[in-house]
């Protein structure tokens, strides 16, 4: 009997012992779960940094001066003295054209203009004949000599002949225009280059037909370009066009010469879009900007592919913060949560101003070890930093990293740990 009691006590105090374990593990689960949670952050103070609000944009390098060869007669190519790549003059032969129809239409255009001529002088000398008749008749009629009936006949024939005269004139005014057209056609057989350059496209060969402009848009024969002045002509999305401005400056890349940067100036924005992809979901809808370049030390070719940087404003001085700093917050929702079904009775004014305050744009600082989230208005932005314009004074510690951090967890009031990498400090708050 005794060791019966003794087992009893022994398992009872072993019990006791377990079941104050597992009231104490339930209680620091309930203590740690209460405990507040630390979010580890990156930050940075803030400073005041120049700002450039930069465009970017790839296209191709063309020259600003080019002129498509077309002719404006049709034929066969019967000398073309240029190969691609020939530099030429103004005035320099680029092809000649066979001349045998209009050397034929010519011809025939001037032998009908010396018949015109003939006919011409054969109606006047018909004239003055009945001319002098007429007058002849027309005075023995003023003496009664001559009858009514002899006077009409004869002024009749003379307004006849008058009018044969007009219609010969006229028949020779044609022939010459045929003769003048006849030679203009002759002349654009020979086609020469519109100004000084580089025959930078050849597209035809000796002995090739060609279409002239008569014949729909005619041939492409060749493109004769001032290689010594060179554009970048880039697409720039709709969304960006309106910040660009004529006299901008950009930073030119070529992908041929890799490293290389050269400086550029806008001239021209186009007024048209270019669209692509239309009525799908891939639509695009661009602006054709064409930048000068200046000073080039290399010989740039055309159709180079280049990607472009264009300055569209500058601002020096200004506070700026990392462009990931920046947040939107959306307050309607929380507060929502908080209100007690008397409170979702309000006045129209009252919900203006909670869909005014609906997101707000800002940035969190840390301070005393915690979260503040400030409303900032922001301006212009290049690359990495971001214009406050007002919210901050400056030398406020704000949070740059993580992004989760930024975008999800950090809230008004939330602990934080500040961990920079890069200067290898890790501070505690």
Same mark, same amino acid.
């Given at each position: 009997?005794?060791?019966?009691?003794?087992?009893?006590?022994?398992?009872?105090?072993?019990l006791?012992?377990?079941?104050?374990?597992?009231?104490?593990?339930?209680?620091?689960?309930?203590?740690?779960?209460?405990?507040?949670?630390?979010?580890?952050?990156?930050?940075?103070?803030?400073?005041?940094?120049?700002?450039?609000?930069t465009?970017?944009?790839?296209?191709?390098?063309?020259?600003?001066?080019?002129?498509?060869?077309?002719?404006?007669?049709?034929?066969?190519?019967?000398?073309?003295?240029?190969?691609?790549?020939?530099?030429?003059?103004?005035?320099?032969?680029?092809?000649?054209?066979? =001349?045998? =129809?209009?050397?034929?239409?010519?011809?025939?255009?001037?032998?009908?203009?010396?018949?015109?001529?003939?006919?011409?002088?054969?109606?006047?000398?018909?004239?003055?004949?009945?001319?002098?008749?007429?007058?002849?008749?027309?005075?023995?009629?003023?003496?009664?000599?001559?009858?009514?009936?002899?006077?009409?006949a004869?002024?009749? =024939?003379?307004?006849?002949?008058?009018?044969?005269?007009?219609?010969a004139?006229?028949?020779?005014?044609?022939?010459?225009?045929?003769?003048?057209?006849?030679?203009?056609?002759?002349?654009?057989?020979?086609?020469?280059?519109?100004?000084?350059?580089?025959?930078? =496209?050849?597209?035809?060969?000796?002995?090739?037909?060609?279409?002239?402009?008569?014949?729909?848009?005619?041939?492409?024969?060749?493109?004769?370009?001032?290689?010594?002045?060179?554009?970048?002509?880039?697409?720039v999305?709709e969304n960006?066009?309106?910040?660009?401005?004529?006299?901008?400056?950009?930073?030119?890349?070529?992908?041929?010469?890799?490293?290389?940067?050269?400086?550029?100036?806008?001239?021209?924005?186009?007024?048209?879009?270019?669209?692509?992809?239309?009525?799908?979901q891939e639509?695009?809808?661009?602006?054709?900007?064409?930048?000068?370049?200046?000073?080039?030390?290399?010989?740039?070719?055309?159709?180079?592919?280049?990607?472009?940087?264009?300055?569209?404003?500058?601002?020096?001085?200004?506070?700026?913060?990392?462009?990931?700093?920046?947040?939107?917050?959306?307050?309607?929702?929380?507060?929502?949560?908080?209100?007690?079904?008397?409170?979702?009775?309000?006045?129209?004014?009252?919900?203006?101003?909670?869909?005014?305050?609906?997101?707000?744009?800002?940035?969190?600082?840390?301070?005393?070890?915690?979260?503040?989230?400030?409303?900032?208005?922001?301006?212009?932005?290049?690359?990495?930093?971001?214009?406050?314009?007002?919210?901050?004074?400056?030398?406020?510690?704000?949070?740059?990293?993580?992004?989760?951090?930024?975008?999800?967890?950090?809230?008004?009031?939330?602990?934080?740990?500040?961990?920079n990498?890069?200067?290898?400090?890790?501070?505690?708050?």
């Amino acid at each position: 009997m005794p060791d019966v009691k003794k087992r009893n006590k022994k398992k009872i105090i072993v019990l006791s012992v377990i079941g104050v374990l597992v009231i104490t593990f339930i209680v620091l689960a309930i203590l740690g779960t209460k405990k507040e949670e630390v979010i580890i952050v990156q930050t940075e103070f803030v400073k005041k940094r120049d700002i450039t609000q930069t465009v970017t944009a790839t296209g191709k390098i063309e020259p600003e001066f080019k002129v498509v060869i077309t002719p404006e007669v049709s034929g066969e190519i019967v000398y073309l003295p240029v190969k691609e790549g020939q530099r030429v003059r103004k005035g320099d032969i680029l092809l000649k054209i066979k =001349q045998d =129809q209009y050397l034929a239409q010519r011809d025939r255009a001037v032998a009908n203009l010396s018949s015109a001529r003939s006919n011409l002088t054969i109606q006047r000398i018909q004239l003055q004949k009945i001319e002098a008749d007429y007058n002849r008749v027309r005075e023995l009629f003023s003496k009664g000599l001559s009858s009514e009936a002899e006077l009409e006949a004869i002024k009749a =024939q003379f307004e006849t002949a008058k009018a044969q005269v007009q219609s010969a004139e006229s028949t020779v005014q044609q022939m010459e225009a045929m003769v003048k057209e006849a030679n203009e056609n002759l002349a654009k057989t020979i086609i020469t280059s519109p100004m000084d350059g580089v025959v930078s =496209q050849l597209n035809v060969k000796l002995g090739e037909r060609v279409l002239g402009t008569g014949f729909t848009q005619g041939s492409n024969l060749m493109t004769v370009a001032d290689l010594t002045k060179m554009v970048a002509v880039v697409d720039v999305d709709e969304n960006d066009v309106v910040l660009v401005s004529i006299g901008d400056t950009a930073r030119v890349k070529v992908d041929a010469f890799p490293g290389k940067i050269f400086s550029g100036v806008v001239y021209e924005i186009g007024n048209t879009a270019k669209a692509k992809g239309l009525g799908t979901q891939e639509e695009v809808v661009n602006f054709e900007v064409k930048i000068r370049i200046l000073n080039s030390d290399v010989e740039l070719k055309p159709g180079m592919s280049c990607n472009v940087e264009i300055m569209t404003e500058t601002r020096k001085n200004v506070l700026a913060v990392p462009i990931q700093s920046v947040t939107i917050r959306g307050l309607e929702k929380e507060k929502k949560d908080e209100k007690t079904p008397e409170e979702d009775i309000v006045s129209v004014e009252s919900k203006k101003e909670e869909k005014d305050t609906k997101n707000l744009e800002g940035v969190f600082i840390v301070k005393d070890g915690k979260a503040k989230f400030v409303k900032v208005k922001t301006g212009i932005s290049d690359d990495t930093y971001i214009e406050i314009i007002s919210g901050l004074k400056g030398d406020e510690e704000v949070v740059t990293g993580s992004y989760r951090a930024i975008s999800r967890e950090l809230k008004d009031g939330s602990r934080v740990r500040v961990e920079n990498k890069k200067s290898g400090t890790s501070s505690k708050s």
